[in-house]
């Protein structure tokens, strides 16, 4: 019997980067994403890191999530959908969003792409086809198209990511300002170009028919030689984002649709996204219940923490006192950030809590022996890492 | 530009029950009707010149209640607590005839156990009644009263005592089959004891899910009468109180606007442009009608938008009028004064369901037949007569869609089904006339032409119809009110969601 035949179904799908990324990867360290065989990291994810934050690195974006919404009802069916108010968002735009529940439970975030006047992009990290349906029905003109495996996407990350695209010949990407989307003809087709990213850092996302992938991919490489460019994994992008401040889905929130337990998903607010939520719109879905929970103040609320000392506080518990008594809240990531030379972390605290004293109960390993200590932590207000470059247009040439 | 406090959306007999109590109440109220009579589907339509008869065709279980609040019966309501005769029609002419409390053509040991049997379920439905005039409460209480009003349901049941209490918690979702075969032997009294479970809705005697709670209620009702006075006093009552009725008034939409910094229903678009204000509109129809085509989904939820969409609206009865030349006999029937039930046992009705259940209409269908001329004279010419049918299983949404052919050969298969007791029928026929329940849908504006507006039964009733967040006839778009068949209790002509909706408007 054939196994390989038998298990077809079973086996990762590769992405439209894959030829190219297998040469890279020669540790083969390979997790998936949405059904992707998706690299955890190339060579080393710290070399990737300081990749990403000193030079430029790619990251596959193909197993990311890409609906195309159309139609004369697109945009009120997304305005609907999301917390954000986008009827204002202009032509060749991106966004950031949310959306909630009824119950003004988050299913997940994404970006919104204005296309045209009837035609948008959502992308997000899950799938949520069957959301969309659900938010579609009842608009007479709007269709939802999966579009996942149509776009081949990869982000290019990182302060030398514009003079990489110049040379590509991408004239006048560095008038983009963060967000904006540019159109390149591309061997008969279109590049399209987003100003966007998942690391906090000047970056953009490119968007290409499949069957020009690894032409891309080829010439972008072919530009970025100099810059020493290099494709990283999840590990590195994981850091990255934990520096800019970004949630991940299973790590930050758990998404509302997939969540069982009774309030173990998160409100927009509770993950410090109230900046997302737009009360000045009369409609949209979890309105009533995020207004309750505006009134009333989260129960938990996301904070940066600067935390002594250098163990990550991984899956730390947070109390009130140095005894570690009186627990307040939960470690979502921690990292020794070599960006800000700081021990950081996001977690959920109690919100009532976020005044007094902050304790981790740090447990570390040391040669097979198990170890634990508690750490005084201060709420960071400002972002932990935030480089003038990423919002800086034109970005500054290297 | 008028205002009005209330703007109710349908005539039907429980947007007009709702109207009269808010008129009364004081409230400024305007009804809108898209027919050019009030009645939905309670009102008498000519179906043949000279001959009229209403879609419902009886009022069996009206509360008393409401009755008595609104004067129905000095606005020339003819109550009568006595109902009609029920009668299981048999081609041999041995026919079942349930009156009184007793039952007729059957063996002894039948005739023996049905008064027991009725009285318990009687002492059931008893139980219940109280709770057909009321809000049922969220299931997340967060007040006395409705914590109250739990308690007192389930206080109801503890004080049928320890076995009645057992054997109503045992049967509450019983196939309407098993129960009548622990209870009789005659086929025809056991399928015509299953009737009033599942009449109007998708069920069948094996369903589960239904038996009890349809039956129990329809129980539980106060007075019979005739649905052409109901619609007249009704009609009467509200323009007494004040509101103001108009008919030939098709809503277009409901005028969904920013009040406050929310969106909320402020009043109505006619078809024909013109705009009417209102602190809040109340619609009677059907909850995918109201939300979909009215309110439109922009201004709702999504997943209570999804909760409305998957709800049950596929009606499955088809109403046939004949015009008689004279009174129809029946084989071996002396009077057809009753309630007369084509289904001689129950698997007719089980067979005739499982083709509908397909998207095929019955071959052999069973219905439910009354002469409502013998009752009031002004729908037929002296001397002359309407038959009303009931007729069971015609889908909405029929295998290849229904057509003119198709609902003439239904039509006549429904005729060859009561020739085969009134063999002379045929001859008497002046018109007829079948509407299917696409017919329903588009003359009477009610999806899937469904009596009941959605299925009745276990997961569509008490606080989970038409769902939950609008079970309490407030919905989550503010000023936007539910008052119709598709609200708590139900269908029939009861009235008692246009009572309720009333109270909890008025609160």
């Known amino acids: ?398 | 530009m008028e205002h009005y406090d209330s703007i109710i959306i349908g005539a039907g007999h429980n947007g007009l029950v709702c109207a009269a109590y808010l008129a009364r109440a004081g409230q400024k109220v305007l009804v809108l009707e898209t027919a050019d009579k009030p009645g939905g589907l309670a009102a008498s339509r000519e179906f043949h010149a000279g001959f009229k008869a209403p879609v419902a065709h009886s009022v069996n279980h009206f509360p008393k209640k409401i009755v008595t609040d609104l004067g129905l019966e000095s606005h020339g309501f003819g109550t009568s607590s006595e109902s009609l005769p029920t009668i299981g029609l048999s081609e041999e002419g041995h026919h079942v005839v349930l009156q009184g409390g007793a039952v007729t053509g059957v063996e002894a040991g039948d005739a023996a156990a049905y008064p027991d049997f009725m009285k318990q379920m009687q002492r059931f439905a008893d139980a219940l009644k109280p709770f057909w005039l009321k809000t049922i409460p969220r299931a997340a209480i967060t007040n006395l009263a409705d914590m109250m009003t739990f308690g007192r349901i389930g206080l109801k049941l503890r004080m049928l005592g320890k076995e009645d209490m057992r054997e109503f918690m045992r049967i509450t979702a019983l196939p309407a089959r098993d129960l009548m075969d622990e209870n009789f032997d005659h086929p025809i009294l056991k399928s015509v004891l299953c009737w009033d479970g599942l009449i109007g809705s998708k069920m069948a005697p094996r369903s589960p899910n239904h038996a009890v709670l349809p039956l129990l209620y329809r129980m539980s009702g106060d007075y019979c009468g005739d649905p052409g006075s109901l619609i007249e006093a009704l009609h009467a009552a509200a323009s007494a109180s004040g509101a103001k009725i108009r008919t030939a008034t098709a809503v277009e939409r409901i005028l969904v606007r920013t009040k406050d910094g929310v969106l909320a229903a402020q009043g109505v678009e006619l078809a024909n442009g013109e705009k009417i204000e209102a602190d809040r509109v109340v619609s009677s129809a059907d909850p995918q009608t109201t939300f979909f085509s009215l309110a439109g989904v922009e201004s709702l939820e999504i997943e209570f938008t999804n909760r409305i969409r998957r709800l049950r609206c596929d009606g499955y009865v088809a109403k046939l009028h004949l015009a008689l030349n004279g009174l129809p006999e029946f084989t071996g029937l002396d009077q057809v004064g009753g309630r007369m039930i084509i289904a001689p046992h129950m698997d007719a009705i089980e067979f005739a369901y499982d083709e509908a259940k397909y998207g095929e209409c019955s071959n052999e269908p069973v219905m439910e037949i009354v002469i409502p001329s013998l009752r009031d004279s002004s729908l037929a010419p002296q001397g002359q007569h309407v038959l009303s049918a009931h007729v069971m299983y015609a889908p909405r949404r029929l295998k290849g869609g229904w057509d003119d052919s198709k609902r003439e050969s239904f039509r006549e298969r429904a005729i060859d089904a009561i020739a085969r007791y009134a063999p002379g029928i045929r001859g008497q026929i002046i018109h007829s006339e079948l509407l299917t329940p696409k017919d329903l849908e588009s003359d009477f504006g009610v999806t899937g032409g469904h009596w009941h507006h959605t299925e009745f039964a276990l997961d569509q009733a008490l606080m989970m119809r038409p769902t939950y967040q609008a079970a309490q006839y407030s919905t989550p778009l503010p000023g936007l009110y539910l008052c119709g068949a598709g609200c708590h209790p139900g269908g029939d002509l009861n009235g008692s969601p246009g009572h309720n909706a009333a109270h909890e408007i008025l609160r």
């Open chain 1, 1 to 398: 019997m054939n196994t390989a035949e038998k298990y077809a179904d079973e086996r990762l799908m590769r992405s439209h980067f894959h030829p190219r990324e297998a040469a890279w990867n020669v540790r083969d360290a390979w997790a998936s994403w949405n059904g992707y065989k998706f690299a955890e990291c190339y060579y080393d994810a710290e070399y990737e890191y300081f990749c990403v934050r000193n030079s430029c690195a790619t990251y596959d974006i193909c197993p990311m999530q890409k609906y195309y919404v159309q139609g004369r009802d697109a945009e009120a069916m997304l305005n609907r959908m999301v917390t954000r108010d986008i009827s204002k968002l202009p032509l060749d735009r991106v966004t950031y969003v949310v959306w909630c529940t009824d119950q003004g439970r988050m299913v997940d975030d994404g970006t919104i792409f204005k296309l045209a006047d009837d035609r948008f992009m959502l992308t997000c990290g899950s799938p949520c086809g069957a959301w969309l349906k659900m938010s579609a029905f009842g608009f007479s003109d709007v269709t939802v198209t999966d579009m996942s495996d149509h776009i081949a996407a990869l982000s290019l990350q990182g302060p030398t990511s514009c003079a990489v695209l110049k040379k590509m010949g991408l004239h006048g990407i560095d008038s983009a300002k963060p967000f904006d989307i540019r159109h390149f003809p591309f061997h008969g087709d279109t590049l399209m170009v987003s100003r966007t990213g998942f690391t906090g850092d000047l970056g953009y996302e490119l968007w290409v028919n499949p069957e020009l992938a690894l032409q891309m991919w080829d010439e972008l490489y072919a530009a970025g030689a100099d810059y020493n460019i290099q494709p990283f994994g999840e590990e590195a992008t994981n850091m990255a984002r934990l520096e800019a401040g970004f949630i991940m889905p299973g790590m930050e929130f758990n998404e509302a649709l997939k969540t069982i337990h009774f309030e173990h998903d998160q409100t927009p607010f509770e993950l410090n996204l109230g900046w997302l939520v737009d009360f000045n719109k009369p409609h949209f879905n979890g309105r009533n219940a995020l207004l309750k929970e505006k009134e009333r103040g989260p129960k938990y609320t996301l904070t940066r923490l600067d935390i002594e000392g250098n163990k990550p506080a991984e899956h730390s518990y947070l109390y009130s006192n140095k005894r570690c008594t009186r627990e307040i809240g939960y470690v979502t990531s921690a990292m020794w950030s070599p960006a800000v030379k700081a021990n950081i972390a996001l977690a959920m605290v109690k919100t009532d809590c976020l005044e007094g004293e902050i304790w981790a109960e740090i447990y570390y390993e040391k040669e097979l022996r198990q170890y634990n200590k508690a750490a005084r932590c201060s709420v960071m207000k400002k972002p932990f890492w935030a480089p003038a470059r990423a919002r800086a247009t034109p970005p500054p040439d290297y």
